[in-house]
């Protein structure tokens, strides 16, 4: 009995710090002040790869971590942009890098971005912007970040002539309201202008650094939603109508399908991965089968296979024109058909046939917000 008590207890410790360590986030030793800058050897979205010897001739370095789908960074990005143009021509020189692992990033974690933090969405972000500043990709090691020991995106490093730190912090006090501190400008004039940094060091805010020991988190988390379940309600043309209304606050995105459509079961996946994204949101998701009410349970079972936990409807009767003067009289009877409509009731836009899931992402989140500032 003592053996077995004894393995009982060994066996639950163990299971117990197993779940420790997949929860805790990796700790890391945060670069000091006068530490040298590490090295980078770093691809950079142009195509290049970047050591620190490219930036030789700069008085100052600016290097700054920051990423594609974090609502504070976003809110940044302008600042970023502005500070690159109104301090290039000084003998600065500013560098962003993205340190996040892409594949530890939860779905529910873009609900406020169209675009992950792969090193090709970066590309995309970059083009989009307009970036006239390196951005780097630091996701697949992850080396450069611990080194710098990353906290939080965005998270500012400022290195003199001789590439010693002399700041490290946030870029300013204030992502949604205007800022009273522009610590960030501060410390670079201050070196700039040969004097030590008057405020060397400042708290850091915005989305955790996303490391690769988050992998299994954002794995358990499809696991978790995928057992989520899976229901078919009957409506009928009131309930459509009212659907259509939208007396809500939220964003509603209704996707019109058949199990008879291949492209609009072959599509079912990117509306699951856009509710798992948005959801969180002023957004809501419902699925319409055309099917008609007899075929409930084939409807049923394609939804159920993969995973399509949003609000699912079958129209309660097989008059299509009834159906469609109830939710929309435009449509014009073919399938996929995708609205989305805003509150109260306005359809701000129409898809006619298979979506684009980067459109459809890009159109929900510019509606939604992409900042904590814009956020609806």
């Known amino acids: 009995m003592r053996c077995y008590t004894r393995f009982l207890s060994l066996f639950i410790s163990s299971m117990l710090t197993l779940v420790v360590q997949s929860v805790v986030a ?40 920051t990423c594609n789908h974090c609502p504070t960074a976003q809110a940044y990005e302008q600042r970023i942009i502005q500070l690159q143009a109104d301090y290039r021509d ?32 970066m590309k995309r972000l970059a083009a989009r912007r307009g970036f006239e500043f390196p951005y780097l990709y630091d996701g697949e090691t ?5 080194e710098f020991g990353v906290l939080a995106t965005p998270h500012v490093f400022i290195f003199d002539q001789q ?36 405020v060397p060091k400042t708290r850091v805010f915005g989305c955790s650094t996303k490391w690769a020991d988050k992998r299994d988190l954002a794995k358990q988390s499809i696991e978790k939603w995928n057992v989520e379940p899976v229901e078919l309600e009957q409506i009928d043309a009131s309930g459509l109508r009212k659907l259509a209304a939208n007396k809500t606050e939220n964003f509603r995105l209704i996707n019109l399908w058949s199990t008879t459509c291949v492209p609009c079961i072959t599509e079912l996946p990117e509306f699951v991965t856009v509710n798992r ?17 007899q075929r409930h349970n084939t409807a049923l ?17 097989d008059d299509r024109d009834e159906l469609a003067e109830a939710l929309d009289a435009t449509w014009e009877g073919p399938v996929p058909y995708t609205l989305l409509i805003a509150p ?30 814009s956020r609806k």
């Open 26 to 65: 990796k700790e890391v030793n945060t670069l000091e002040i006068n530490a040298p800058a590490p090295e980078l050897d770093l691809p950079g979205v142009d195509g290049k790869t970047y050591r620190l010897d490219d930036f030789a001739d700069a008085r100052v370095l600016v290097v700054i971590f």
């Open 301 to 317: 079972k394609v939804l159920r296979k993969n995973h399509v936990s949003c609000t699912n409807y079958i129209f309660d009767s």
């Open 277 to 293: 994204m948005y959801r969180r949101r002023h957004f809501e998701m419902y699925t319409l089968t055309t099917d008609p009410p």
């Open 163 to 198: 590439r010693r730190l002399r700041y490290n912090g946030r870029i300013d006090d204030a992502d949604i309201k205007p800022p009273k501190s522009h610590d960030a400008r501060n410390a670079i004039d201050d070196l700039l202008a040969g004097r030590p940094v008057a």
């Open 142 to 146: 992850q080396r450069v970040s611990t």
């Open 90 to 121: 000084k003998g600065v020189s500013l560098i962003a890098i993205s340190p996040n692992d892409p594949l530890a990033v939860r779905l529910d974690e873009l609900g406020y971005t169209d675009l992950g933090d792969s090193f090709e969405d």
């Open 344 to 373: 109260g009731g306005e359809i701000v836009r129409r898809w006619r046939q298979e979506i684009d899931p980067a459109e459809l992402k890009s159109e929900i989140s510019t509606r939604l917000g992409k900042t904590y500032a």
